[in-house]
């Protein structure tokens, strides 16, 4: 069973749609990322939470520690927003830390 | 402006070379990482440094090595023994806690002839 499981896997939304991803993961944690990466490859990070609810722009990332649960949300979807988002959770190993990824959700927005 | 440089973006290589990926911060950070993506899949870890002179092997290091001499530089080397090593790399860095922001580069696409 993967740690961290995102859904859904794919999305196809038209512009101007509020997009939810949704993120569940299996371990107590310190905090969540929220990872953008561009058809390029790239990856910038989007937020990092540990609890509430954090906001940049259109995008709002969520976070339930209790139910192990965060959901990243975009608000007015435009194309520019088609990308894969990741999330991403450090889970302890061998006294250090190392981060475990989603998947993936890819995410077309078409004009 | 503060971040990190990946160098080549694209890279062939014959089946039985080594080769080496550069990885280069400015944001004055202690750890950095190497990361595999394929398709389909999650960034699985390849090696970690949290400090200099200092590395540890993540899940997957077999066919690969690293050094971290300094505190900007941890270069990534594909060596021969990797089995398939035609993949995505990514580097990314971060203060030593992994509850700070992480700062990835743009990757590194190897591909074997």
Not at chain 1, 47 to 67: C, D, P, W
Not at chain 1, 73 to 79: L, M, N, Q, R, Y
Not at chain 2, 6 to 11: C, G, N, T
Not at chain 2, 83 to 97: D, E, H, M
Request: aromatic content about 8%.
């Amino acid at each position: 069973k993967n740690e961290v499981e995102q859904s859904p896997q794919n999305l196809t939304a038209q512009e101007g749609e509020f997009i939810t991803i949704n993120c569940s993961y299996s371990v107590g944690i310190s905090a969540l990322h929220w990872l953008q990466q561009h058809p390029g490859g790239g990856i910038v990070s989007l937020f990092m939470l540990s609890s509430g609810k954090k906001k940049h722009g259109r995008l709002i990332a969520t976070i339930n520690i209790q139910e192990k649960h965060s959901s990243l949300h975009i608000t007015a979807s435009h194309p520019r927003d088609s990308a894969v988002y990741i999330c991403a959770v450090p889970i302890p190993q061998g006294g250090s830390e190392k981060l475990v990824f989603g998947k993936g959700t890819k995410l077309t927005v078409n004009p | 402006d503060g971040g990190i440089t990946q160098s080549p973006k694209y890279l062939f290589r014959k089946e039985g070379q080594n080769v080496t990926l550069s990885c280069e911060q400015n944001l004055n950070h202690d750890a950095m990482y190497w990361y595999r993506q394929d398709p389909g899949q999650g960034l699985r870890l390849i090696y970690y440094s949290q400090i200099v002179n200092d590395f540890q092997k993540g899940d997957i290091a077999e066919g690969y090595s690293v050094s971290r001499e300094k505190k900007e530089s941890f270069p990534l080397t594909v060596t021969s023994a990797q089995k398939n090593p035609t993949a995505f790399y990514l580097c990314a860095s971060s203060i030593v806690k992994l509850t700070g922001e992480l700062f990835f580069g743009e990757g590194s696409r190897l591909t074997v002839l």
